[in-house]
């Protein structure tokens, strides 16, 4: 995964974060 996306998702606190 791009580090930026796992950035922003982290940002966000969101379910997205649980995929990385």
Same mark, same amino acid.
């Given at each position: 995964?791009d580090?930026? @996306?796992?950035?922003?998702? *982290? @940002?966000? #606190?969101? #379910? @997205? *974060?649980?995929?990385?």
């Amino acid at each position: 995964m791009d580090s930026k @996306k796992a950035r922003s998702t *982290v @940002k966000q #606190g969101r #379910g @997205k *974060v649980s995929m990385d």
